[in-house]
């Protein structure tokens, strides 16, 4: 039997010479993508890990029975329903939100698993391919035992196939992202942009909390996907090597795009668990901290290292860091019954520890949940509808989140007129991002758009049913109003 | 006939679409942004929308006042606009 080192690289990189086909049309630039460079410019190719098959599927089958055993211990029911119900929320925001993402980068990995220009990056994107079928398995599984207790959960699965606008603003980023992009944008955008720069926030940073809630499920699940994503993630590095070696503005533009699209999704994902639907007391850092840790300074140390400049959005996205999620979560707060999660009223306490973490950003933000506040004591318990919006909101044509840019006293939104048709954008880098590859983004239509073609309803009830979304299903406040500090004080 | 107009309610923390009918008046307009910003901002001070960057005459009609469809509205108390 021969050493690993030594059949190692016939399992995982053997490439050979074309007799009867042209290189390029085994690997078309369309698909493999640009700049399509001769094969022996990326002989060099390697990853760290140099998984062979065989590996993979032993180590693969012992997560697999570790995670049964803690699904089956602590995943039922009755387990669950004891977690704190704002924690809760985070969880399904989650299950939502990237578990079928993840089944759509089964569909990049594959196209780089058959299109990557090396045979140990072809091989690795299988080993990828098969790691996110297993990261949308495994969510789909779990939270299916839920639904029978709380619809909510059926969310897990529905949201992608939904029109709710959640879904259209990941859907667009997801289909370009994961199904739409050549093998280099795929490897670049997703594993060294979106896996490297901003999915440790919310595998490592979430896991932590659900550690400190004690959502042993959730903690387990997180940590065992967070292993395959470190894995795969490394593709991204050798082949943005590649590209800065021969086409060093293309490395730029894609890093520039793929770092304000992901931090825009992110924000608003990992942004509104982590300050605002984790419970006070299980927070260790708040989403500012966390993306200063894991983004700022450890993604940019990647750069330096690959002779990169920052992103572009750089400073777009350092001075939206301390409000944009804010923004958007009092936003959706208010228009709680568009999306298939509850949420959490930041109380006295909640709004200490944000004016601690947001000093700079919070006393714009406070005047609106005092109103929020005020209009839940004059109504009561239970009066969802009191603090809650009716008027069709606006949305971003790029990233197709709401129009929830720059600050309370000057929203950053943007007003285009291009090709006969006004197109408005959320922020300068959405705008640009647009501009700079029509193409892609012309025909879509986002809710807004829908509405004024006769598409999707405008009265608000009969939208939420366009979403897919019923009375037994649709977000509320996780605690009906009913919050202590709301109370009268009694008598003395 | 009715034109929708993107609205940007000052102090509140995103932007709304509205329908509003070309023979609405300015005030008319202001007073039902308020409302429905109302569970984001609390109404107070004087209502004054910004166009174009200029204040509109509360007794125009939207049509007189040059507001077309999808521009850009803003809502300011009379203390923003100041």
Known sequence: ?492 | MAMPLYVFVRGDTLGLVVLAPETESVDELAQRLSRAAAPRVAPGGRLRVLHRGKLLEGRLTLAEAGVSALDRVDLLTEAQGD
């Not at chain 1, 994107?125 to 207790?149: F, I, N, Y």
């Open chain 1, 1 to 492: 039997m021969p050493l690993r080192e030594e059949w190692c690289d016939l399992a995982r990189k053997l490439d050979w010479s074309f007799s009867y086909a042209d290189e390029r049309q085994v690997f078309p630039e369309a698909l493999s993508g640009t700049p399509w460079l001769p094969a022996r410019e990326w002989r060099d190719w390697d990853e760290p890990f140099r998984s062979t098959f065989a590996e993979y599927v032993a180590t693969q089958h012992k997560k697999e029975v570790s995670f049964q055993a803690i699904a089956e211990a602590v995943g039922r029911v009755e387990d669950i329903s004891q977690l704190d119900p704002g924690w809760l929320s985070a969880v399904k925001l989650h299950m939502a939100t990237l578990p079928l993402a993840e089944f759509a980068a089964v569909v990049g990995n594959l196209r780089a698993a058959r299109f990557g220009r090396d045979s140990a990056w072809r091989m690795t994107s299988l080993l990828g391919a098969l790691d996110e079928l297993r990261h949308t398995q495994l969510p789909l599984r779990a939270m299916h035992d839920l639904v029978r207790w709380d619809e909510q959960f059926e969310w897990t699965h529905r949201l992608f196939h939904s029109s709710d606008w959640v879904a259209v603003a990941g859907r667009h980023l997801v289909d370009e992202l994961l199904l739409g992009s050549d093998a280099i944008e795929f490897a670049i955008g997703t594993h060294f942009v979106f896996e490297t720069g901003f999915t440790n926030l919310q595998f490592i940073g979430l896991t932590s909390m659900a550690k400190q809630v004690g959502d042993r499920l959730f903690e387990q699940m997180l940590q065992s996907i967070q292993t395959d994503e470190a894995r795969h993630a490394q593709i991204g590095h050798p082949v943005l090597k590649k590209l800065v070696a021969h086409d060093r503005a293309r490395a730029q533009r894609l890093v520039d795009k793929w770092f304000w699209r992901s931090f825009r999704f992110f924000a608003v994902v990992t942004g509104f668990a982590m300050d605002y639907l984790t419970p006070l007391s299980a927070r260790r850092a708040s989403f500012k901290e966390f993306v200063e840790e894991w983004v700022v300074d450890q993604f940019q140390s990647s750069l330096d290292e690959l002779g990169l400049e920052r992103p572009r959005y750089w400073q777009q996205f350092l001075d939206a860091l301390p409000i944009y999620h804010h923004m958007v979560y009092a936003s959706a707060y208010t228009y709680r019954a568009t999306t298939w999660f509850d949420f959490v009223l930041p109380g006295p306490a909640e709004q200490a520890w944000l004016a601690e973490k947001y000093p700079a950003t919070w006393p714009e933000l406070a005047p609106v949940w005092n109103n929020i506040t005020e209009r839940w004591r004059a109504a009561g318990p239970g009066v969802e509808w009191y603090t809650h919006g009716t008027t069709p909101v606006s949305f971003c044509n790029l990233c197709q989140l709401v129009l929830c840019g720059g600050t309370p006293s000057e929203n950053s939104a943007v007003f285009v007129e291009s090709a006969g048709r006004q197109r408005v954008f959320c922020s300068e880098p959405c705008r640009e991002l647009f501009e700079a590859e029509p193409e892609r983004y012309a025909s879509h239509l986002g809710v807004v758009e829908r509405i004024l073609q006769g598409q999707a309803p405008a009265n608000l009830l009969e939208l939420l049913r366009y979403f897919g979304l019923s009375e037994a299903n649709f977000g509320r406040d996780v605690h009906s109003g009913d919050y202590d500090f709301l109370r009268p004080p009694g008598p003395r």
